[in-house]
């Protein structure tokens, strides 16, 4: 079964400039995750999708950070304007979402660098 | 108030032996799941364990096993018989309700080092 596939692995822009990150989860998983993870820090989720629609996003910076996922399956994080804050890595999870035990599966993430 | 506490930023164990990584949490739920996972050098994060809070017994997976003590928060891994491979962040995880999709929130990790 294939993993979490995450493109690019690396990204360097300058400050003001826009970035997008694409996400293909797991076949068949119903819930995608963003998650924001800063250097030195544990993982926050940015946004969580179940199919197509937005369950979570109340830590989403929306006056730059946009999400979507538009036929429930594979997804785009852009930001823009970035600012120098937002380097971090942009980790994507998903989980099948049928039980209890259901666990996030995670990417290997973007390293986004902002100058 | 951190829902979640790690308190070691880093630790080091000789291979072949065991280690304990802590981690506290903090709910007024009475329904949450407790994860670990692994974060080698290449970034990826790697499911380890759970635990949910209605288990009586300790999870355990291979080398790892969560030593879940309900009354104190707690919600420790041990690694037993540490590897070179194993040397990675740490990460203990909460999940608050019975969703399975219910976000996650992540303690700031441990750093854990084995020695040859």
């Known amino acids: 079964e294939a993993g979490v596939a995450q493109s690019p692995r690396y990204k360097i822009i300058e400050k003001r400039q826009s970035v997008a990150f694409w996400c293909n989860p797991i076949?068949?998983?119903?819930?995608l995750y963003w998650y924001q993870q800063i250097l030195g820090q544990g993982p926050k989720l940015l946004i969580q999708?179940?199919?197509?629609?937005?369950?979570?996003d109340s830590q989403l910076p929306k006056d730059r950070f946009s999400a979507e996922r538009l036929k429930g399956v594979d997804s785009t994080l852009k930001i823009q304007p970035a600012k120098l804050e937002d380097s971090a890595v942009y980790l994507c999870?998903?989980?099948?979402?049928?039980?209890?035990?259901?666990?996030?599966?995670f990417g290997p993430g973007t390293r986004l660098t902002v100058l | 108030a951190q829902k979640i506490t790690q308190t070691q930023p880093g630790m080091f164990v000789q291979e072949k032996e065991a280690v304990t990584l802590d981690c506290t949490y903090d709910?007024?739920?009475?329904?949450?799941?407790l994860f670990w996972y692994k974060q080698p050098s290449s970034g990826e994060m790697i499911f380890l364990i759970y635990?949910?809070?209605?288990?009586?017994q300790n999870a355990t997976e291979g080398r790892y096993s969560l030593n879940f003590q309900k009354a104190r928060k707690s919600a420790n891994l041990v690694i037993s018989a540490s590897q070179l491979g194993d040397s990675a962040m740490y990460f203990c995880?909460?999940?608050?309700?019975?969703?399975?999709?219910?976000?996650?929130?992540f303690g700031t990790g441990t750093r854990l080092a084995v020695r040859p």
């Open positions: 999870a998903s989980s099948v979402n049928r039980g209890e035990t259901d666990t996030q599966y």
């Open positions: 076949s068949g998983h119903a819930t």
């Open positions: 999708f179940q199919n197509n629609g937005v369950v979570d």
């Open positions: 709910t007024s739920d009475q329904s949450y799941g």
């Open positions: 635990q949910g809070s209605y288990d009586e």
């Open positions: 995880a909460m999940r608050e309700g019975q969703r399975s999709g219910d976000k996650l929130t």
